[in-house]
């Protein structure tokens, strides 16, 4: 079984769009996050929910918009996608927050072109 | 952002040690070195970590020169299914703000 999932797999969409991905991990953990992986493969976070409340929030621009509504899912809403936003965004769990274990499991990834 | 260098590839024969190394020079005294890889096309997956002492545990091995200023990832056994980037990244423990640098893309022949 999936234990951190991702859907869709690929997103292609036009520019100023609005879309959703979606994250689900039925590990039981705390806390998820979203990361991006650009074109020169850096992995950045960009949030982490702690039992659905927001723990960290980088620079990320504000029509970046997660929402939890419950502790095994984490979703991410785009507003008026640009270009530069094509990436591909990987959602992560981990047990806790200030956790005694360090793994975190990532999900398989959201490729996100914009056209 | 990283603060860790390493090759940008290396080969290694299949059923030989992989060896790995990173630097770290501007590591502080509460950083951990941690080690993921990313395989083609999935998400990123824990390796092992660890603070000065040597770790092991059942995927590979963690050697922290005694300066703390370099390490060295091995996986003893590379198999084909080992091909994959490689990151090591330092970081406060507990800290979950991962950046990830380029990484060591790691070929095992056949």
């Known amino acids: 079984d999936t234990a951190v999932s991702q859907t869709p797999k690929y997103l292609v969409t036009q520019m100023g769009n609005d879309k959703s991905i979606k994250c689900e991990q039925n590990?039981?953990?705390?806390?998820m996050y979203w990361y991006k992986q650009d074109s020169k493969k850096f992995l950045k976070i960009m949030f982490s929910?702690?039992?659905?409340?927001?723990?960290i929030n980088e620079t990320v621009p504000n029509r970046f918009s997660p929402k939890s509504p419950d502790k095994a899912h984490l979703n991410l809403h785009i507003n008026s996608l640009e270009l530069g936003d094509s990436a591909v965004y990987f959602c992560?769990?981990?047990?806790?927050?200030?956790?005694?274990?360090?793994?975190?499991?990532f999900g398989p990834g959201t490729r996100l072109t914009v056209l | 952002d990283a603060k860790t260098t390493q090759p940008t590839s290396m080969d290694c024969a299949e059923g030989r040690a992989a060896n790995l190394p990173c630097n770290h020079s501007?590591?502080?005294?509460?950083?951990?070195v941690y080690w993921y890889r990313q395989i083609h096309s999935q998400g990123p997956q824990y390796i092992i970590h660890?603070?000065?002492n040597n770790e092991t545990n059942e995927m590979a091995s963690l050697i922290i020169t005694e300066d703390r200023k370099s390490s060295t990832l091995i996986l003893p056994h590379a198999t084909l299914r080992d091909t994959a980037v490689y990151y090591c990244i330092v970081r406060v423990r507990g800290d979950d703000k991962i950046i990830f640098g380029k990484g060591t893309r790691l070929h095992i022949l056949p």
């Open positions: 590990l039981g953990h705390d806390t």
């Open positions: 660890g603070l000065k």
């Open positions: 501007t590591i502080s005294g509460n950083e951990y």
């Open positions: 929910y702690n039992n659905k409340e927001l723990i």
């Open positions: 992560a769990s981990s047990q806790h927050w200030v956790r005694e274990t360090d793994t975190q499991y």
